[in-house]
């Protein structure tokens, strides 16, 4: 069992930058591979980006491309997800999980922080 904890959400201005947190319960962090998704408001569960066990290959949506960077640090459990530029459109709930196999379906989640970005 995995249990997810963001933090660092909050309210900025359009531009400011955020860095989110999760930190994972644990000894099996290491093991997953980590992502973050973000929903707003009437709109699907999007995936940002991820980054794999050795935190060695990260992937990002178009979305948040040239934007943002995901990191982890195994030895503290913990994955970020460093945002720049922030637009009022980025304006979600973001949630980290972490998968054995893949995206579509993490194994766990955690419960979500809200950025809200100001015009």
């Known amino acids: 069992q995995v249990q997810l904890v963001e933090s660092g959400g909050g309210l900025v201005q359009a531009g400011g930058s955020l860095r989110l947190s999760c930190a994972a319960s644990?000894?099996?962090?290491?093991?997953?591979?980590m992502g973050w998704f973000r929903q707003a408001p009437g709109k699907e569960r999007e995936l940002l980006s991820v980054i794999d066990r050795s935190g060695s290959t990260t992937v990002y949506a178009d979305s948040v491309k040239g934007r943002s960077t995901i990191s982890r640090d195994n030895a503290r459990n913990t994955v970020y997800l460093q945002m720049n530029s922030l637009k009022p459109e980025d304006t979600a709930v973001y949630y980290c999980?972490?998968?054995?196999?893949?995206?579509?379906?993490?194994?766990?989640w955690g419960q979500g922080t809200q950025v809200t970005v100001s015009s």
């Open positions: 999980a972490a998968a054995v196999v893949g995206w579509k379906t993490p194994d766990y």
């Open positions: 644990g000894r099996t962090f290491s093991r997953y591979g």
